[in-house]
């Protein structure tokens, strides 16, 4: 790996400057620094994102490259390293240190949209409409929920919005969608985990807010999910552990006792 990218969030540009100094001075060919990306980039062979979950989210759609991530928000599931572990990462960069970490898209379309996201498509009512009547359909059945919304997520987002609403976490190599309807009328209504080879349709009886990891893309009551083909590859440090990254960011199935032998 020769040639670099780095896109970081707004308030981390200087940390994004020293990063570029460094790899420039390590012989690594910086071909942009950026906080905004409003086309396609190519012609990089590994991107850096210095931020969050949230800026990994707005960019890596208009990225063809490998990502690595650099947590400078309050989680980081997406990242692997944080800002201060540019020398750890200067040195497995040297040695080409990384294994593959693929995650799939989906695709949301209807006849007036073809959208793409990572982590989730959420429909859901604005605060002043009332509570809507929601039908999801595939092959293996039909759910209804009366409901504010309902939420289908990728595993790379059972750990965002669904995880906050008594989702389950998925791990990342699971091949499947999370159904988790938000603030249901009825309480035992409960996420559901469906195969991701399905087809799920989404119908409102009105239209409401259709966002795709985090970003409003207009007001429907229908829509149509599937797994998409396309694919982003994040570059992991060779001692990468999904679940110890659960147990350090969430305290989950963390061992909080001291073991006396």
């Known amino acids: 790996m020769k040639t670099i990218g780095i896109i970081y969030k707004p308030n981390l540009e200087k940390i994004a400057k020293i990063f570029e100094e460094r790899l420039k001075k390590e012989r690594f060919l910086v071909k942009f620094v950026t906080s905004t990306i409003s086309s396609t980039f190519n012609g990089v062979d590994v991107s850096l994102i210095i931020g969050g979950d949230g800026t990994i989210l707005k960019t890596v ?38 294994v593959e970490d693929r995650r799939s898209l989906l695709k949301v379309y209807n006849k007036h949209i073809e959208k793409y996201c990572l982590n989730d498509a959420v429909a859901m009512k604005e605060p002043a409409q009332k509570m809507v009547d929601i039908s999801v359909s595939f092959k293996d059945g039909e759910f209804y929920f009366h409901a504010d919304g309902v939420i289908v997520s990728t595993p790379t987002g059972s750990t965002a919005y669904a995880l906050s609403l008594g989702g389950s976490i998925l791990l990342p190599n699971v091949n499947a969608f999370e159904i988790t309807p938000i603030a249901p009328q009825f309480l035992a209504t409960r996420s559901v985990i469906v195969p991701d080879t399905e087809e ?62």
Not at 66 to 88: E, N
Not at 213 to 224: A, M, P, R, S, T
């Open 200 to 261: 799920i349709s989404v119908k409102t009886n009105y239209k409401i807010l259709l966002i795709l990891d985090g970003e409003i893309v207009g007001n429907f009551d229908f829509f149509k999910i599937k797994k998409s083909d396309k694919q982003i590859v994040l570059l992991r440090p060779k001692d990468y552990d999904f679940s110890k990254s659960i147990k350090e960011k969430m305290g989950y199935g963390k061992n909080f006792f001291t073991q006396v032998r």
């Open 61 to 98: 759609k208009k990225l063809n490259s490998p990502i690595i991530g650099f947590k400078g928000g309050r989680l980081g599931f997406l990242s692997s390293y944080t800002t201060k572990d540019l020398d750890k990462f200067i040195k497995d960069l040297k040695e080409n240190s990384f």
